[in-house]
Each structure stands twice: as structure tokens, then as C-alpha cells.
């Protein structure tokens, strides 16, 4: 289970692969899955860490109840 989240929080991004698509999923430093990511655009993103290897993080700018407001960004 991921541990306190706070403003400010930087997480790992990563794609999990599930049967014949890719679920984008953020991860805290001990690599425990905090949720997944879901917006326009995020396909490209799950195609450039597979296909081409580029680390991605997410930060973490607001909170509102169990809902996080990510900016990600390659690292």
C-alpha cells in the first residue's frame, strides 16, 4: 500500500502491461503503485517509455479527497 501523499510529492511513472493493452501507473520511491494515470495524451506517453525508454515523473500539486492532480513530465 503507498504511504502518505502530499503536495509537492514526486512519483515514478510506469506502465503496467495488462492482457493486450498498457495501464500508466505512478509509484512511490519503495515501488509501491499509488494508482493509475489517466488523460489526453496518455497513450504517447505509455508508447515513449516502452518503445523508446524515457523516464517520466509525476508531481503531485493538488489533492481533493481520493482524487490527485498529477503534472508529469519526463524526468
Known sequence: MLGPVFIGMVLAVDVIPT???STLVVRDAMGRIGGSLTFLGYT???????????????????ITGGVYTVEVAPA
Do not use: E, P
Open 19 to 21: 492482457g493486450s493493452t
Open 44 to 62: 504517447q506517453v505509455i508508447n515513449c517509455i516502452v518503445q523508446r525508454g524515457v523516464v517520466y515523473t509525476a508531481k503531485v500539486l493538488a
